[in-house]
Antibody, heavy 120, light 107 residues
């Protein structure tokens, strides 16, 4: 079974750093790009960016570029999303998802989500 | 960025009803459209891609149509497990963008 399992919920203070993870299993991790999506409380879905696990090549949405960083460790089939300095406005659920088919931006499956809360 | 506009933002329906949700792109996206279902507290789930291709395991009461700028998701004979929020997403241009969502509620 193809599966993405994300790290647990986080409670952080403004200005702190954070890295959340997304571990893939049941498929060749380096074949399919991983994408990240944000969902703020009670709101819709926003595409953050995508990373090619084979060579760590990335594309970022202009709305998120310079505020988050995506990376992978292909030796452990894990993708990461990290912040250097969190803001209260980063409070949201973050999902990772795999491309359904290499080269096409259809997202399936999805991880279960990681809730990030930033509060002083 | 391509803007995706869904309507209605919410709809009340009964079990057995036919429900149609529309999605309009701010420019032509050919058939580069997907539909997702999201239940409360859960991750989105891909229902349809390439405007009309049903994802494996998705019930046949779900169907998608359209091309260019106007698309529809139809649920024939609504079931209790279909009450959820539905999102469209364009995959034609960078960055991928989602519609604002349509919540299907119990009447």
């Amino acid at each position: 079974e193809v599966q993405l399992v994300q790290s647990g919920a986080e409670l952080k203070k403004p200005g702190e750093s954070l890295r959340i993870s997304c571990e893939g299993s049941g498929y060749n991790f380096t074949t399919y790009w991983i994408t990240w999506v944000r969902q703020m409380p009670g709101k819709g879905l926003e595409w953050i960016g995508r990373i090619d696990p084979s060579d760590s090549y990335t594309n970022y949405s202009p709305s998120f570029h310079r505020h988050v960083t995506m990376s992978v460790d292909k030796s452990i089939s894990t993708a990461y999303l990290q912040w250097g300095s969190l803001k209260a406005s980063d409070t949201a659920m973050y999902y990772c998802a795999r491309l359904l088919t290499p080269g096409f931006n259809w997202f399936d499956p999805w991880g279960q989500g990681t809730l990030v809360t930033v509060s002083s | 960025d391509i803007q995706m506009t869904q309507s209605p933002s919410s709809v009340s329906a009964s079990v057995g009803d036919r429900v149609t949700i529309t999605c309009r792109a701010s420019q032509s996206i050919s058939s580069w459209l997907a539909w997702y279902q999201q239940k409360p507290g859960k991750a989105p789930n891909l229902l349809i891609y390439a405007a009309s291709t049903l994802q494996s395991g998705v019930p046949s009461r779900f169907s998608g149509s359209g091309s260019g700028t106007d698309f529809t998701l139809t649920i024939t004979s609504l079931q209790p497990e279909d009450f959820a929020t539905y999102y469209c997403q364009q995959a034609n241009s960078f960055p991928p963008t989602f519609g604002g969502g349509t919540k299907v509620e119990i009447k």
